[in-house]
């Protein structure tokens, strides 16, 4: 009888020592990954994302900055443009200094990257104006106006965008 006796308390015993170190092993596991996961910002430990003031503070930040670099810029020509104006049967000279105004240095650069294109538009829009019609300032308001629309419908159709926002005459003469 105490041979039998023995064994269940064996048993016991055996099952008690194997469930704890099972438990200290999971234990043990568990506290190994939750060190190397908050060492390595893995989950559950990764850092938080931007908070919604940071998100919108972020916001404001980037449209400042565009809204400061929207300033008003002018592009000149080299040289001025002369025409001869026809009045009837007599012809006159026309000579005018163009400025284009444009806003922001994209739009500056792609101005002048193409100013060519742009002095031909001015002078195809010029050769077909007539002395009597720019005499007076409302004739030059309106070949201002026709120049200005000239330029953008140009400029739309190369750049997709229009890119100049005013014309403006710094010297005009006529003889």
């Keep these: 009888m105490s041979d039998e006796a023995v064994k269940p308390v064996k048993k016991r015993s055996l099952f008690k020592w194997l469930l704890i170190i099972v438990v200290v092993l999971i234990v043990l596991g568990g506290g190994t990954y939750t060190g190397i996961a908050y060492l390595k910002h893995l989950p559950p430990f990764e850092p938080a994302g931007p908070t919604p003031e940071e998100i919108a503070a972020q916001r404001v930040a980037q449209e400042q900055a565009m809204q400061g670099d929207l300033s008003d810029r002018y592009v000149t020509f080299d040289q001025a443009f002369t025409f001869n104006v026809q009045d009837g049967e007599r012809s006159h000279m026309m000579q ?58 140009k400029m739309s159709g190369v750049v997709q965008k229009p890119v100049v926002e005013q014309v403006l005459f710094t010297n005009f003469v006529m003889q």
């Design 96 to 153: 005018m200094e163009v400025a284009l105004m444009v806003i922001g240095p994209q739009n500056e650069e792609l101005a002048k990257q193409h100013r060519s294109l742009i002095q031909a538009v001015i002078s195809e829009v010029t050769a077909r104006q007539n002395y009597s019609a720019l005499v007076n300032q409302s004739g030059r308001q309106r070949l201002k106006r026709l120049l200005l629309e000239a330029i953008r419908s």
